[in-house]
């Protein structure tokens, strides 16, 4: 089985940083594209980066220049800095990977459970 556990999210004040982490574990063969994903009540899930295991990237355009994607291949977890925070980015972020599985032919999606994280103004 394989598990993504999210972890660094809380309560900021407009203008701060935060970073969050999520550790893949499991019974990995290799990892492709990890992402971070966000939820508010109501809304769809939108996409706010991603990273394939070459190190390439993609960023929602209103966290352009404020977050940063970030991977480590040999601990399979992924990061994202969020800077210069704003209330709008309130929300639960969601970790996503795309993972091959020891001993399977195809690769899955996986998600984590969530992080809040809560920018005050």
């Known amino acids: 089985q394989v598990q993504l556990v999210e972890s660094g999210g809380g309560l900021v004040q407009a203008g701060e940083s935060l970073r969050l982490s999520c550790a893949a574990s499991?019974?990995?063969?290799?990892?492709?594209?990890m992402a971070w994903y966000r939820q508010t009540p109501g809304k769809q899930r939108e996409l706010v980066a991603d990273i394939t295991s070459a190190g390439g990237t993609n960023y929602l355009d209103s966290v352009k220049g404020r977050f940063t994607i970030s991977r480590d291949n040999a601990k399979n977890t992924v990061y994202l800095q969020m800077n210069n925070l704003k209330p709008e980015d309130t929300a639960v972020y969601y970790c996503?990977?795309?993972?091959?599985?020891?001993?399977?032919?195809?690769?899955?999606?996986?998600w984590g459970k969530g992080t809040l994280v809560t920018v005050s103004s």
């Open positions: 499991g019974r990995i063969s290799s990892v492709n594209t």
């Open positions: 996503n990977a795309d993972i091959l599985y020891v001993g399977w032919e195809y690769s899955a999606e996986y």
